[in-house]
């Protein structure tokens, strides 16, 4: 019984340490950006909005009911005075009364739209045009989350990376302090030489302070972007040992951008829709004609209680009429609205073609520092094994008299500048490339 109590609470912390602890790799965390993102699921959220906008547009082609009912009570009865003149010339008045003091009315309307001087028609396809504006507006959404969760991602693991590179750089300061203080004791070396590595033993300690910063700073912003709790330990299953440097040709690149991203395509349906605008606008100046049909039941009492829903207490009537709405003088509104309509239509085309500029310049800026990256991490190369050689061939100079304490800091120096400007090189180059990614419009990917 002990032994299957003890299972019990060992599977419920298992699971606990699960729920504070998630271990993720670049394309995990894209995906739970995607899945758990606010901004990514409001932009999903508009689809049903423009569903919604569709649905009103089309209504307006459908036939309307409606069901009306009122009760009147004449609280003091319209009077009327009728005076009567006899052959002798006399004349005589009287006091009329007319109504009943409880009045009831039940009535069905219904109407159809006959011609709406093309408003239906040109609302249904702006609603048509809304839901492509909203597609491109969802992929978007995607492109910059999935891109600025990478980043993210990318940034702590860079900034991991350079933690891990200054710790070492610590560790091996503190073990040339050990050495030193030990021949030191020994008389072998000087007591310059000693302080120049106790100076440089403390000096390491600022470095490694302020990248353990970076990192929990980064891995904060991580975990905002990803929704998950303040709390939860993030495990990066990612690295950023090998970037494939892409072979690619601006030409191309901004080619495949004007027909792939999804803000273009937004700007094209605004043109569409402000063009169709124009139309709706304009049927101010055109009639309307609907077909109208009433049936009503009413029903005049003296008293309250003689309602009643059977008998002859109630009379029917009915009636069908063709109605047109042609309006004549609106006051000028409707040019007014026509002037407004034209003008966002104009805007929206020098929109679009100032959208186009704009994404050719994103693309060459996105390409630019593509290429940048990728000459930064080919000329640094093997730059952090040479380092690393010479500070073991420092060490051991120094530890046989031959090379100097100095000597062997710089190479110390250099090992760690060496290993901190290629994770930066490897960061900034996946980074580039991502950034070109959705500067041409591709969906999001590790490499390009």
């Given at each position: 019984?002990?032994i299957?109590?003890v299972v019990v609470?060992?599977?419920v912390?298992?699971?606990v340490?699960?729920?504070?602890s998630?271990?993720l790799?670049r394309?995990q965390?894209?995906?739970t950006a995607?899945e758990?993102?606010?901004?990514?699921q409001?932009a999903q959220?508009?689809?049903?909005?423009?569903?919604g906008q569709y649905?009103?547009?089309?209504?307006?082609?459908f036939?309307?009911?409606?069901l009306?009912?009122?009760?009147?009570?004449?609280i003091?009865?319209q009077?009327?005075?009728l005076?009567?003149?006899?052959?002798?010339g006399?004349?005589?008045?009287?006091?009329?009364?007319f109504g009943?003091?409880?009045?009831?009315?039940?009535?069905?309307?219904?109407?159809?739209?006959l011609?709406?001087?093309?408003?239906?028609?040109?609302?249904?396809k702006?609603?048509?045009?809304?839901?492509?504006?909203?597609d491109?507006?969802i992929?978007?959404?995607?492109h910059?989350?999935?891109?600025a969760?990478?980043?993210?991602?990318?940034?702590?693991?860079?900034a991991?990376e350079?933690e891990?590179?200054?710790r070492?750089?610590?560790?091996?300061?503190?073990?040339?302090?050990?050495?030193?203080k030990?021949?030191?004791?020994?008389?072998q070396?000087?007591?310059?030489d000693?302080?120049?590595a106790?100076?440089?033993a403390a000096?390491t300690r600022?470095?490694?302070?302020a990248?353990?910063?970076?990192?929990?700073?980064?891995f904060?912003?991580?975990?905002n972007?990803?929704?998950?709790?303040?709390?939860t330990?993030i495990?990066l299953?990612?690295?950023?040992?090998?970037?494939e440097?892409?072979e690619i040709?601006?030409?191309k690149l901004t080619?495949?951008?004007?027909?792939?991203r999804?803000?273009?395509?937004?700007?094209?349906?605004?043109?569409?829709?402000?063009?169709?605008?124009i139309?709706i606008?304009s049927?101010?100046y055109?009639?309307?004609l609907?077909?109208?049909?009433?049936?009503?039941w009413?029903?005049?009492q003296?008293?309250?209680?003689?309602?009643?829903?059977?008998?002859?207490?109630?009379n029917?009537?009915?009636?069908?009429?063709?109605?047109m709405?042609?309006?004549?003088f609106?006051?000028?509104?409707?040019s007014?609205?026509?002037?407004?309509?034209?003008?966002?239509?104009?805007q929206?085309r020098?929109?679009n073609?100032?959208?186009?500029?704009?994404?050719?310049l994103e693309v060459?800026?996105?390409?630019?520092?593509?290429?940048?990256?990728?000459?930064?991490?080919?000329?640094?190369g093997?730059?952090?094994?040479?380092?690393e050689r010479?500070?073991?061939?420092?060490q051991?100079?120094?530890k046989?008299g031959i090379?100097?304490?100095?000597?062997?800091?710089?190479?110390?120096?250099?090992?760690?500048?060496?290993?901190?400007?290629?994770?930066?090189?490897?960061?900034?180059l996946?980074?580039?490339?991502?950034?070109?990614?959705?500067?041409?419009?591709?969906?999001w990917?590790t490499?390009?």
């Open positions: 019984m002990r299957f109590a609470a060992l599977l912390l298992a699971s340490v699960s729920a504070d998630v271990e790799s394309r965390a894209v995906q995607l758990q993102n606010e901004a990514y409001s959220l508009e689809k049903d909005r423009i569903r649905i009103e547009a089309r209504s307006g082609a036939p309307k009911l409606t009306e009912s009122s009760y009147l009570r004449n003091d009865l009077t009327s005075f005076t009567m003149t006899g052959e002798d006399t004349s005589e008045r009287f006091k009329l009364q009943t003091p409880h009045n009831y009315s039940l009535g069905l309307n219904l109407y159809q739209p011609y709406s001087a093309g408003r239906v028609g040109a609302a249904i702006i609603a048509g045009y809304g839901n492509k504006f909203t491109a507006g992929v978007q959404a995607r910059e989350v999935a891109n969760t990478d980043r993210a991602y990318l940034a702590a693991v860079a991991r350079a891990g590179a200054y070492e750089a610590e560790q091996l300061a503190d073990s040339n302090l050990a050495v030193v030990m021949l030191f004791d020994q008389g070396v000087s007591e310059f000693y302080l120049q106790q100076v440089r000096n600022p470095d490694r302070i990248a353990a910063n970076r990192t929990r700073l980064a904060d912003y991580l975990r972007i990803l929704a998950l709790p303040t709390g330990e495990k299953a990612s690295t950023i040992e090998k970037v440097i892409p040709s601006l030409g080619d495949e951008a004007i027909q792939n999804p803000e273009l395509r937004q700007s094209q349906q605004m043109i569409s829709i402000n063009k169709k605008l139309s606008a049927s101010g055109r009639p309307s609907g077909l109208n049909s009433r049936v009503q009413d029903s005049f003296d008293e309250f209680k003689k309602v009643s829903f059977s008998g002859d207490t109630w029917r009537s009915w009636n069908v009429a063709l109605v709405n042609w309006p004549i609106t006051g000028f509104e409707t007014g609205k026509v002037r407004q309509a034209k003008v966002d239509y104009s929206s020098l929109a073609t100032q959208l186009i500029r704009q994404i050719g060459r800026d996105a390409f630019g520092r593509a290429e940048e990256a990728g000459k930064r991490v080919e000329a640094i093997e730059t952090v094994s040479q380092a010479g500070v073991e061939i420092a051991v100079r120094f046989n090379g100097i304490q100095l000597e062997f800091l710089g190479a110390q120096v250099a090992l760690t500048t060496a290993r901190v400007n290629r994770i930066a090189a490897l960061h900034d996946a980074v580039a490339i991502g950034e070109l990614r959705r500067a041409v419009g591709r969906e990917d490499q390009w």
